[in-house]
Structures are given as structure tokens and as C-alpha cells.
């Protein structure tokens, strides 16, 4: 009972980091119709851009973090506007193909300059965890669960209540009439590229220090940004954000109580179980299936 | 003049040999050509089918696996008492198992992910491969894991009179791979070209057109499937028997990405393209290794995809095509209409 509690805590702070990276995903995915394979890399460039300000120059922790973010969120900007904009209208195989040749390029970039060996991160925070009764967390993952939690909740609230969020669903629903009801279609687009990338980068930025930074670890991120954009339903952000908790959950009772060594597999598995059963995603309102 | 062509390539690759006598180039040949059959018959799926199928790499190594399994023998734990014992089988039956159930998974995967199509189908196959990676990394009892199989014996075949003759150096490797290359050719040149063939190019211009004048969707896709996993499988087998060691690795990713810049280098959907695109980019790697370090490889490797894709969308075989009619026929045809310019199909 108590391991099922300290299991549910965990998944409730890694959940958090996982629904970033799968709302940044689900929104490209929707508005842009691109199924973008520099997520996980965008997610790698921010775990190195705190490495970089922290532990390379020494700044702050707290300047660093939101310093890493931006810089995510213009390099999705750049990757829009280089890549994706003069393919305006390409097929999704193309863009998609584009993507993946730009993920490769950038995976090794990032080899090339921070070499494959793998680094951490110091952070401000206390090493001793706060033990509550049965389980106990470090202080270091009880923040990065409540910046993420504000990071989703702002994202949420910019789709939802901003004129920009406004044109992005506009854009997510009839890409042609919200064109004619004056809608900058490739503003739009750069903005969600640019702001699902920052979404990436902040998850990146966030984990490095709990975990270590490597040049590969947006393969798996990637990897499962789809699994939780998968079970969001593909376009559906509140979705995303509940599918990055039942991953995490599916992934730590999976280690937990079936084998470590599978614990990557649960949500692939998951994926191909929620594609047999219900293909437009566990909470799509409509249906999605292109 | 195409029939020609074929038969001086075909000329040209199997004299190799005897003018290549370096057995590093030999060795960069036999691997291009696995990774071309491999392209191959990716370029079923996606360039015939239009199936975006990430997840191909599986195929190669479930039937690495198996042939790799069969050929040395393997216990299977059924249950704490019962152990089934299969003794080491000769290659030829590994290679015959290895192919067949790279197929019977083709068709596994062919009815699950078939339901649904574009990105999903893309992301179905992805996390396929990667089950398979974690099995192959973890059953250990079977696989041995990341220690991965070693000793796998080459391929042997009995000559009646003349003894047996064991695939151990370069050149008989050179020619089995030339031979399944180009049976694997002539499989998917009369499959295309057959009824069947024509059904997949019907689903891929148009599917709900092609549903409507009767084309059973599914059962053209999955035959398609079936037929793409187990030339991929093939190509597997040759690999495990070649290299002679199989690990987990075999399913990264990168390699199912390799498969793909292959086909769409070469041209997706035409039947040279996988194989033109094989060869470039079996070759390209090792010609930049003298001249730049891994990363910086990749780094080019990335960029050179994306630039194809830019500048010449339908890959390098169409624009030839294309190119060369324009200039044997003189036709008004403006330069970048039929080959460069658009980016639809």
C-alpha cells in the first residue's frame, strides 16, 4: 500500500513534465497538421541550455530556467520559419520526413559540441526529501511539479481565454475560414511551433537537473510525446495534459509491479492497445482519424 | 532501352567483384546491399502503398532473431517444469523460419495497425519496433539481452560431389546478397505490376475511390505487409549470417530512418529509387567517414535528406525520368514542372 502510494507520487510529479512535452506535441500536431520529430530535441536543447547557463557560466538557477525556455521557444520560431514555411501545403510524409532529417542534424549537433558523455546539473534545492508518513519526494521534484503545473495551467489558459488562442482554435478547426476571417495563418503557425518547442524546452530545463543530460534523451521523449498525444486524442490539449499523468502512472506501476526493464514498453504498449480499442484517443470529442 | 539498363547494372554489379578486389570496399558493398533489400521493401509500403511504416526495422531484426535462434538452437521456458529444447538447425531452414516469421508478424502488425492511417499509423509502427527493442533487450533467457547472440554460423550449402562450401569470406556473402537483391527485385516488379500492384497504387492515389469500386483495402494492405516483412526479414537473415552477431541495437531507430532516406532518396514508389538510393546512402557514409568525424557525418546526412526533400521532393530516379524524356523527346517541357518544383505526389 504504501509502495502504491510512493508510486502514485512519483507518477503525479513526472506526469506533470510528461504532459508539457505532450501538449506542445498535441498542439503542433493539431494546428499545424506536422508530426514533429525535433520535439524530443527541443526537450534535449533545454536540458542543455540550463547545463549550459548553470553549470558553464554560473548564473542563477532561477534565471537560467526561464532564460532556457525562451531560447526554446525561439528556436522553434527559427525551425518554423526555415523548415516548415516555405513546405506550407506539403503533405504530412514530407514534413515529416523534413523533421526527422532535422532532428538527426540537430541530435548530433549537440553530440558534437557537448560530446555523448552525459552531465548533470546543480540545483538550489536541499537533498534531504520531505518525508510525508509513508512516502517521501526530494524538493527538487515537488518543484519541478509545481513550475509545470504552472506552466500548464498558463498554457491552458492562454488557448482559452487570449485572442491568440482564440485564432490557434480557429485555425485548429478550419484552416481555410479562419484565413478569410483575417486570421495570419503563418503567424499562427510560427507561434504554436514556437510555443509547443518552449513547452518541450521547459520539460527539458526541468528534468535536467533531476536526471542527467544527454545528447540521445529526446529519443525516448519523443517517443513518448506521441504515446501521450496518442491517448489525449491527436489536436486535443486537454487531453494531452491528462494522457502525461496516465503515462506516468502506467509507466511507474509498470516498473513497480511487472519489471523495470519493461518500463519504457507500458506506454508503447499502451499506445497500441488504445489504437486497437478506441483509435481517436481516450478523450477525443470528435472524430479525428485523418 | 530500360530492359538494356537493367541488364548492364545488372552486368556491372555482379563483375564487382573481380575489378574491387579491396575487401573493406567488398564489405561496404555486401552491407549496402542488406540495407538496399531492406529499402526495398520498405518502398512497398510507402512508396506503392503509401504507408508511412516507421517501424520496419522490427521486421529485419525479428528475422535476424529467429534465423539467428533457429541456427544455434534455443530452450523455451513454457512454464517452471516444461522447457521446450530446439536444437540447432541448419541455416538455410534458420534462414526459411526467419523469413517466415518476419511475415506472420507483417501480418500480425498489417491487422492491428491498419485500422487507422497517417500519423497513427506512423506512430503504430514506431512503438512496435520499440516493444520489440525492450523484448530483445530484456527476455534475456532467449535473446541474452544487450550481451547479445554470438557464433551465429554462416550460411553452409552442400554441393552433391563437391563438398560444402561455408559463407564465411566476403565474396560468396557478395553474391548471396546479389542473388536475394535481385529475386527480391523480380518478387516486387511482379507484384506491382500485377493486379494486386495496381490495387496499391489505387489505395494510395485514393482510397475511398478505390474502396468504392470494390478493392478490399485491408487485404491488399496486409498482403503488402506481409510481403514487406518478409523480404525484410530476409534481409535481416543475411545480416545476422553475415556479421555473424545480432544485439538489440538492431532495432534503433536510426536504421528504420536509414531505410527511409534510402526510398525517398531513390524515389518512392518506383522500382529502381530504393535501389539507387541504396547505394548512395550505403556508400555516402563510408566516404565521409574519411573526412569528417560521426557527428559531423550524421550532421550531413540529416541536411542532405532535407535538401532532397526540398529541391527534389519525388527523389532522384523520377527527376532522371523525367529529365530524360524532356530531352529525348523535346517536349515543351519547362524545366523543374515535372521533376523539382511541386511538392504533392
Given at each position: 500500500m504504501e509502495q502504491l502510494l510512493q508510486h502514485c507520487l512519483n507518477a503525479l510529479i513526472l506526469g506533470g513534465t510528461y504532459a508539457l512535452l505532450g501538449i506542445g506535441l498535441t498542439m503542433i500536431f493539431g494546428i499545424m497538421n506536422v508530426v514533429n520529430f525535433t520535439h524530443g530535441e527541443l526537450y534535449t536543447f533545454g536540458a542543455y541550455m540550463i547545463f549550459f547557463f548553470v553549470?558553464?557560466?554560473?548564473?542563477n538557477f532561477f534565471v537560467a530556467l526561464p532564460a532556457a525556455i525562451l531560447l526554446g521557444v525561439v528556436l522553434g520560431g527559427v525551425i518554423e520559419f526555415s523548415l516548415l514555411r516555405p513546405l506550407r501545403g506539403a503533405d504530412i510524409d514530407t514534413t515529416m520526413l523534413i523533421m526527422i532529417g532535422a532532428w538527426i542534424a540537430m541530435q548530433n549537433t549537440e553530440q558534437l559540441i557537448w560530446t555523448g558523455i552525459t552531465k548533470s546539473v546543480n540545483h538550489p534545492f536541499p537533498v534531504d526529501p520531505i518525508v510525508l508518513g509513508p512516502v517521501s519526494v526530494s524538493w527538487i521534484r515537488v518543484f519541478v511539479f509545481v513550475a509545470a503545473a504552472l506552466l500548464i495551467l498558463g498554457s491552458h489558459l492562454l488557448i482559452d481565454k487570449t485572442k491568440l488562442g482564440k485564432a490557434m482554435r480557429a485555425t485548429f478547426q478550419n484552416r481555410e475560414t479562419a484565413a478569410l476571417m483575417g486570421v495570419n495563418i503563418n503567424a499562427i503557425h510560427t507561434a504554436t511551433f514556437a510555443m509547443g518547442s518552449g513547452l518541450a524546452a521547459a520539460a527539458g530545463a526541468l528534468l535536467g537537473p533531476v536526471f542527467v543530460v544527454a545528447p540521445t534523451m529526446g529519443d525516448l521523449a519523443s517517443l513518448k510525446a506521441f504515446a501521450i498525444v496518442i491517448l489525449g486524442g491527436l489536436g486535443n490539449v486537454m487531453g494531452a495534459t491528462i494522457g502525461g499523468f496516465i503515462l506516468a502512472l502506467v509507466e511507474e506501476l509498470g516498473a513497480g509491479y511487472i519489471s523495470s526493464g519493461y518500463r519504457d514498453a507500458m506506454g508503447f504498449l499502451l499506445i497500441i492497445l488504445v489504437l486497437i480499442v478506441k483509435p481517436t484517443g481516450l478523450f477525443a470529442r470528435r472524430e479525428r482519424v485523418g | 532501352m530500360k530492359r538494356t539498363l537493367t541488364w548492364v547494372w545488372l552486368f556491372f554489379l555482379a563483375t564487382m567483384p573481380v575489378w574491387m578486389t579491396n575487401q573493406y570496399y567488398l564489405h561496404v558493398l555486401i552491407s549496402a546491399g542488406i540495407f538496399t533489400i531492406a529499402a526495398m521493401s520498405l518502398n512497398l509500403l510507402?512508396?506503392?502503398?503509401?504507408q508511412l511504416s516507421l517501424g520496419h526495422v522490427a521486421f529485419f531484426g525479428i528475422g535476424g532473431y529467429t534465423s539467428a535462434l533457429v541456427s544455434l538452437g534455443f530452450d523455451l521456458h513454457v512454464s517452471d517444469t516444461t522447457t521446450l529444447v530446439f536444437p540447432p538447425q541448419p541455416v538455410w531452414l534458420a534462414f526459411l523460419v526467419g523469413i517466415v516469421v518476419a511475415g506472420a508478424f507483417g501480418w500480425f502488425i498489417g491487422k492491428i495497425s491498419f485500422k487507422v492511417r497517417g500519423a497513427y499509423f506512423v506512430i503504430v509502427t514506431i512503438s512496435f519496433a520499440q516493444v520489440v527493442r525492450l523484448v530483445a533487450l530484456n527476455w534475456v533467457d532467449l535473446t541474452e539481452g544487450p550481451m547479445a547472440l554470438n557464433n551465429i554460423p554462416p550460411l553452409t550449402l552442400a554441393f552433391p560431389g563437391l563438398g560444402e562450401l561455408a559463407f564465411f569470406k566476403k565474396l560468396p556473402n557478395y553474391y548471396l546478397v546479389l542473388a536475394v537483391g535481385v529475386v527480391s527485385y523480380i518478387i516486387i516488379r511482379r507484384l506491382v505490376h500485377s493486379r494486386a500492384g495496381r490495387a496499391f497504387i489505387a489505395l494510395r492515389e485514393n482510397e475511398t475511390l478505390a474502396e468504392s469500386v470494390g478493392v478490399n483495402v485491408t487485404r491488399f494492405l496486409v498482403l503488402a505487409a506481409v510481403v514487406s516483412a518478409a523480404m525484410a526479414g530476409a534481409a535481416g537473415c543475411l545480416y545476422t549470417h553475415y556479421i555473424r552477431i545480432i544485439d538489440?541495437?538492431?532495432?534503433?531507430?536510426i536504421y528504420t530512418v536509414t531505410m527511409v532516406i534510402m526510398v525517398v532518396t531513390g524515389?518512392?514508389?518506383?522500382?529502381?529509387g530504393p535501389v539507387v538510393g541504396g547505394i548512395v546512402f550505403g556508400i555516402l557514409p563510408e566516404i565521409l567517414r574519411e573526412l569528417a568525424g560521426p557527428e559531423v557525418q550524421w550532421i550531413i546526412y540529416g541536411v542532405i535528406m532535407i535538401l532532397i526533400l526540398f529541391f527534389l521532393p519525388q527523389g532522384i530516379v523520377p527527376a532522371l525520368q523525367s529529365w530524360w524524356k524532356g530531352r529525348a523527346g523535346h517536349e515543351a517541357v519547362l524545366p523543374g514542372t515535372r521533376a523539382g518544383g511541386g511538392n504533392g505526389p
Open positions: 553549470m558553464s557560466i554560473g548564473a | 510507402l512508396g506503392y502503398t503509401g538489440p541495437d538492431v532495432f534503433l531507430f524515389g518512392k514508389g518506383t522500382l529502381a
